[in-house]
């Protein structure tokens, strides 16, 4: 009889649990993805193999959030049914403890536990990496994708670039700012009309202006505005872009793109700095919130018994406080990430305390009821 209890319980959480992982991910993560892709598709004249492998790279950093909250839900569905149906007192009165019945609950949340480490150790911060590749690659193949009406181009290393118009590859109200290493302005060009084509090797953008007026700054006086030289115009001006100034300005990688082991090995290259308390609090996000789904068992299961109810709506509703709750700490310590004295990396571990004191404190109440 015990086997049978396991697997009905355990069949009908995870079951659930899935669905509640395919809704979650379409409609409050991918449905935002693709509202978002929406402006590449429509105005950078983007391939959609593009859209789609964005969306597949995505897919990872959702399911770290959409698969505990699922099955954070599925449990809070599952037991909410079983205790207005009184099929936990039909159990109770067989002689099955609370805590048996718990444990196929306990058995699938540890195994999502482990998957979601797995996403969050490798598989997430590959797909990073890969996306950044594919937006290089993208770059490299259709450059004219990254230039907008409208919007600063700010992709390219030491430029600035501002286009009032766009059709096809030729542009109207060019303003090009041209900044050295520190930021200062160096030139600005604006033209009337210029035209953007990538060199037939690949290797850069030439962008051709016409009607080109400049306004140069003194090489050894760039914060001097009274040593501005206007007045000077051209007919025709070329720039040429290299396009290996995208990787230059994207910078360094973020710790995100890192795998676990990654991250391990460059801990020790960054001791004492701003940036280990960084890589402590990111690597320590990757196993505490791993330990979501376990956290969120114990806390569901009795919440749902003490609900009785067997309505989705309300299931969610308790659902939805629990998830904040829980990511709010996340966000948090993300926001002071690089603040030692504010402990990131313990604070990630707050919510997994919490819920699992709780839960274990609530179960041992309704056993003893």
Not at 44 to 55: A, G
Not at 104 to 122: H, K, Y
Not at 251 to 270: D, H, K, M, N
Request: hydrophobic share 50%; net charge negative; proline share 4%.
């Amino acid at each position: 009889m015990i086997n049978l209890i396991d697997r009905y319980v355990g069949r009908a959480v995870l079951v659930t649990a899935l669905y509640g992982v395919a809704v979650l991910s379409l409609v409050l993560v991918l449905g935002n993805i693709f509202k978002e892709l929406l402006d590449l598709l429509i105005n950078r004249d983007v391939p959609f193999k593009y859209v789609l492998l964005f969306m597949l790279y995505v897919l990872p950093f959702s399911l770290a959030f959409t698969v505990p909250w699922g099955f954070l839900t599925a449990v809070l569905l599952i037991f909410g049914r079983m205790s207005a149906d009184n099929e936990m007192i039909a159990l109770r009165a067989c002689g099955v403890s609370l805590f048996r019945v718990c444990m196929p609950v306990l058995a699938v949340g540890v195994l999502l536990s482990l998957f979601t480490f797995w996403i969050n150790a490798r598989v997430a911060p590959r797909a990073e990496a890969a996306m950044r590749e594919a937006i290089t690659a993208m770059a490299r193949s259709n450059p004219a994708a990254l230039f907008v009406p409208d919007e600063v181009v700010d992709q390219f290393e030491g430029r600035k670039i501002f286009l009032g118009g766009k059709d096809g590859n030729n542009l109207s109200e060019v303003t090009v700012v041209e900044t050295d290493d520190k930021g200062w302005i160096r030139q600005i060009i604006h033209a009337q009309r210029g035209s953007i084509e990538p060199e037939e090797g690949g290797g850069q953008i030439v962008l051709t202006l016409e009607d080109a007026r400049f306004e140069q700054r003194d090489p050894e006086r760039l914060h001097d505005l009274a040593a501005i030289r206007h007045g000077i115009s051209v007919a025709e001006a070329t720039v040429n872009i290299p396009l290996d100034d995208l990787a230059a300005a994207a910078g360094e990688r973020p710790l995100r793109s890192y795998t676990l082991s990654e991250l391990a090995e460059r801990l020790g290259g960054v001791s004492g700095t701003a940036r280990e308390t960084a890589v402590r609090t990111e690597m320590s996000k990757r196993f505490s919130m791993s330990m979501a789904c376990v956290a969120f068992a114990l806390i569901a299961m009795p919440l749902g018994i003490t609900a009785q109810r067997k309505e989705t709506s309300v299931g969610f509703a308790i659902s939805l406080a629990l998830a904040f709750g829980y990511f709010f700490f996340v966000v948090l310590a993300e926001m002071v990430r690089n603040d030692a004295g504010a402990f990131p990396y313990l604070l990630l571990w707050v919510p997994n305390i919490l819920f699992i004191g709780i839960g274990t404190w609530l179960l041992l109440r309704l056993d003893h009821r």
